[in-house]
């Protein structure tokens, strides 16, 4: 097993045994999440090739950290805790950051208005938690 091999099986298991990231969600959205999760941290890990542990550790553990709390608040969001637009806003602020952490600042990130388009999707009672994980997830992905 390669040292990149390794990382990532350390990161999937810690995902994988964090009930708490996305208890809150059923099990489709919650599969949905963990899949956007493990993607984006292979992504990262796969760029400490040639890295010693402890220099990967040192670049990979704010923005696997970041993965995690970004999980956590897509689900509560997806979940219906941030029912008041108020509260929408701080956790877009919250994600914006969280996703500068993980892509890093110079990333493309969404604009605010289109994340807030999206997060703003939670009042359309006919949205499941899983449609809304992946509306989120489409923004994400496309490019800016």
């Known amino acids: 097993m390669t040292e990149i091999d390794a990382r990532l099986q350390r990161v999937i298991e810690e995902m994988t045994g964090n009930e708490s990231l996305l208890e809150m969600l059923e099990t489709e959205a919650a599969t949905e999440m963990l899949n956007w999760g493990i993607a984006t941290a292979k992504s990262l890990v796969s760029k400490t090739g ?31 805790k941030y029912a008041e637009p108020a509260s929408r806003i701080q956790l877009r602020d919250k994600l914006m950051e969280y996703l500068g952490t993980i892509f890093g600042k110079e990333a493309r990130l969404p604009s605010a208005e289109k994340m807030d388009l999206v997060l703003n999707q939670v009042d359309n009672k006919t949205n499941t938690p899983h449609q809304l994980v992946l509306k989120l997830k489409q923004l994400l992905e496309e490019p800016s």
């Open 50 to 80: 040639g890295l010693d542990d402890f220099a990967a550790d040192l670049a990979l553990l704010p923005r696997l950290k970041a993965v995690r709390q970004a999980m956590r608040s897509i689900g509560n969001w997806a979940a219906g």
